[in-house]
């Protein structure tokens, strides 16, 4: 410890600290001094900033003061101006009402005067209406005297007289309007039939059913017939139809009420005798064929038909019906072909009368589907086509078209009509249907003579190729007889029509 280095190591640094001490103390006075020296200089500027903003703030006092004082001078300038403005304007509207006042008074006073006058002018027409009455009753009283009437007796005869006036004079416009009617109406049915008829044309007569089936060699018939007639029985009992084999060369022919098995028996034997090997067996495969083969035509018939009369909707059933009419005439016309053409001119027909073009086409196409049923079914073609359609669901329009088309009631729809118009245009049109010569001439003479069977008849013709028959007589009601006779005593196609012509025309149908 007695080291004079570290005595004098530590005396340095007691040094040190005692310096540094001092030196702390008095850079702190100097801050100090320092410090108050700033803070009076912010104080003394402080003070000087405060009397500018007192000064300046007294300045827009003043400014402020000056400007509100200006505002509310032209604000209480411009409300007197507008009080001002207003009380003219109401001084200007008090007048218009004084007016206005003094214009109703003035008005009052004169409805006022036109009343007292309208009362004196009513005063005055009651009395001269009960004047007028007056003398009204005293003209009564004399005309009751000259006429020995009553006034309801009077009264009854004139409107007795002015009634038989109307009667006559409606019942002569009633009558020029029905004749004027009438031969509009039939001017625009001609038109009508006559551009269906333009429209649709078909054959002039239709085709047959074939029931002769040609040989190559009268060797063949032998080969038919077979040996002891096994061949010939084969093929009569499997067809159901008779063969007659006689002196005609190269020729067999098919005889039967049913013309499917007739057209089955046809192709059957034009199969087995190109084909060669006749024999039970064969013609048993071979009718069989046949069968299926006339079944699918029958179907594509009937499809056929419906897809170009364009029905559609019909039941499988309806269609095997149609197609099985293919196979089916009367008086030479094929059915099918003919149920076609009507459903054809049905819907051209009710096109132009704005009726149900569809439902006079399905109408048309199903009239004569009674016609494909066989002698099985008992009944006429009209009361079997009703039944058969009713049975797959037809509408009542249909049934009742069928059931109207050859006037076993009364048709009471358009449908029902323009199908009945439809199955006469096409039935009756030239060439649609075969008559021989001696046939057709026979039915001639037979109708003249019918015609002059009756008391009375001077002379009959028939005319219109036998759908005419005219008369020259003076009976009314002989026309309705004639038509009866005919439609007891004959069969014809269609309709034929009855003319008693003398002062007056009579027209009845034999249907």
Same mark, same amino acid.
């Given at each position: 410890?007695? &080291?004079?280095?570290?005595?004098?190591?530590?005396?340095? /640094?007691?040094?040190?600290?005692?310096?540094?001490?001092?030196?702390?103390?008095?850079?702190?006075?100097?801050?100090?001094?320092?410090?108050?020296?700033?803070?009076?200089?912010?104080?003394?500027?402080?003070?000087?900033? $405060?009397?500018?903003?007192?000064?300046?703030?007294?300045?827009?006092?003043?400014?402020? $003061?000056?400007?509100?004082?200006?505002?509310?001078?032209?604000?209480?300038?411009?409300?007197?101006?507008?009080?001002?403005?207003?009380?003219?304007?109401?001084?200007?509207?008090?007048?218009?009402?004084?007016?206005?006042?003094?214009?109703? &008074?003035?008005?009052?006073?004169?409805?006022?005067?036109?009343?007292? =006058?309208?009362?004196?002018?009513?005063?005055?027409?009651?009395?001269?209406?009960?004047?007028?009455?007056?003398?009204?009753?005293?003209?009564?009283?004399?005309? #009751?005297?000259?006429? =020995? *009437?009553?006034?309801?007796?009077?009264? +009854?005869?004139?409107?007795?007289?002015?009634?038989?006036?109307?009667?006559?004079?409606?019942?002569?416009?009633?009558?020029?309007?029905?004749?004027?009617?009438?031969?509009?109406?039939?001017?625009?049915?001609?038109?009508?039939?006559?551009?269906?008829? #333009?429209?649709?044309?078909?054959?002039?007569?239709?085709? #047959?059913?074939?029931?002769?089936?040609?040989?190559?060699?009268?060797? *063949?018939?032998?080969?038919?017939?077979?040996?002891?007639?096994?061949?010939?029985?084969?093929?009569?009992?499997?067809? @159901?139809?008779?063969?007659?084999?006689?002196?005609?060369?190269?020729?067999?022919?098919?005889?039967?009420?049913?013309?499917?098995?007739?057209?089955?028996?046809?192709?059957? %034997?034009?199969?087995?005798?190109?084909?060669?090997? !006749?024999?039970?067996?064969?013609?048993? &495969?071979?009718?069989?064929?046949?069968?299926?083969?006339? +079944?699918?035509?029958?179907?594509?018939?009937?499809? =056929?038909?419906?897809?170009?009369?364009?029905?559609?909707?019909?039941?499988?059933?309806?269609?095997? %019906?149609?197609?099985? *009419?293919?196979?089916?005439?009367?008086?030479?016309?094929?059915?099918?072909?003919?149920?076609?053409?009507?459903? /054809? !001119?049905?819907?051209?027909?009710?096109?132009?009368?704005?009726?149900?073009?569809?439902?006079?086409?399905?109408?048309?196409?199903?009239?004569?589907?009674?016609?494909?049923?066989?002698?099985?079914?008992?009944?006429?073609?009209?009361?079997?086509?009703?039944?058969?359609?009713?049975?797959?669901?037809?509408?009542?329009?249909?049934?009742?078209?069928?059931?109207?088309?050859? @006037?076993?009631?009364?048709?009471?729809?358009?449908?029902?009509?323009?199908? #009945?118009?439809? &199955?006469?245009?096409?039935?009756?049109?030239?060439?649609?249907?075969?008559?021989? %010569?001696?046939?057709?001439?026979?039915?001639?003479?037979?109708?003249?003579?019918?015609?002059?069977?009756?008391?009375?008849?001077?002379?009959?013709?028939?005319?219109?190729?036998?759908?005419?028959?005219?008369?020259?007589?003076?009976?009314?009601? $002989?026309?309705?007889?004639?038509?009866?006779?005919?439609?007891?005593? $004959?069969?014809?196609? @269609?309709?034929?029509?009855?003319?008693?012509?003398?002062?007056?025309?009579?027209?009845?149908?034999?249907?």
């Amino acid at each position: 410890m007695d &080291d004079p280095k570290v005595i004098a190591l530590v005396v340095g /640094l007691a040094a040190a600290v005692i310096f540094f001490i001092i030196g702390c103390f008095i850079g702190y006075i100097a801050r100090k001094r320092s410090a108050e020296k700033a803070i009076g200089s912010a104080e003394a500027e402080a003070g000087r900033l $405060l009397e500018e903003g007192k000064k300046e703030a007294e300045a827009a006092k003043k400014e402020i $003061l000056v400007e509100a004082k200006d505002e509310a001078i032209r604000i209480r300038n411009e409300a007197e101006r507008e009080a001002k403005d207003r009380r003219v304007e109401v001084q200007r509207q008090e007048h218009r009402v004084s007016q206005k006042e003094e214009n109703l &008074d003035r008005k009052l006073e004169n409805l006022e005067r036109k009343e007292e =006058q309208l009362n004196r002018k009513m005063k005055d027409v009651e009395a001269e209406r009960e004047e007028v009455a007056k003398c009204l009753g005293e003209q009564n009283e004399m005309l #009751q005297k000259v006429a =020995q *009437m009553t006034m309801e007796e009077a009264r +009854d005869v004139l409107m007795e007289r002015v009634e038989t006036d109307a009667r006559h004079d409606m019942a002569m416009r009633l009558s020029a309007l029905e004749q004027e009617y009438k031969d509009s109406a039939e001017e625009k049915a001609k038109n009508i039939i006559a551009l269906a008829v #333009q429209r649709y044309a078909a054959d002039s007569v239709s085709e #047959q059913t074939v029931s002769v089936v040609d040989l190559p060699n009268d060797e *063949m018939k032998g080969r038919i017939i077979g040996r002891e007639g096994r061949n010939i029985r084969a093929i009569e009992t499997l067809t @159901g139809v008779d063969l007659i084999i006689d002196d005609t060369p190269e020729a067999i022919a098919i005889s039967t009420f049913d013309p499917v098995r007739r057209e089955v028996a046809r192709l059957a %034997l034009e199969k087995l005798v190109s084909d060669g090997r !006749i024999h039970p067996s064969r013609v048993e &495969d071979i009718v069989e064929k046949c069968r299926k083969e006339v +079944d699918l035509a029958i179907r594509k018939a009937g499809e =056929q038909a419906t897809f170009e009369t364009g029905v559609h909707g019909l039941h499988p059933e309806l269609i095997k %019906l149609l197609g099985r *009419m293919k196979y089916r005439t009367s008086y030479g016309q094929n059915v099918l072909r003919h149920s076609i053409e009507v459903s /054809l !001119i049905s819907g051209m027909i009710a096109s132009e009368l704005g009726v149900d073009v569809a439902m006079a086409k399905r109408a048309g196409l199903l009239h004569d589907i009674g016609k494909s049923m066989t002698h099985e079914v008992d009944g006429s073609h009209v009361q079997i086509g009703v039944d058969v359609a009713r049975k797959y669901k037809e509408s009542k329009e249909v049934l009742h078209a069928i059931e109207a088309h050859h @006037g076993d009631v009364e048709p009471h729809t358009y449908i029902a009509m323009i199908v #009945q118009a439809a &199955d006469a245009i096409s039935a009756a049109r030239p060439g649609a249907r075969r008559e021989n %010569l001696e046939n057709y001439i026979k039915r001639l003479q037979k109708l003249e003579e019918i015609a002059n069977s009756f008391k009375g008849i001077e002379k009959a013709f028939a005319i219109q190729a036998g759908r005419e028959i005219r008369i020259m007589d003076d009976m009314i009601f $002989l026309a309705r007889d004639i038509a009866r006779k005919v439609e007891s005593e $004959l069969e014809y196609p @269609g309709q034929i029509k009855i003319n008693v012509v003398r002062e007056t025309r009579q027209s009845e149908y034999a249907k």
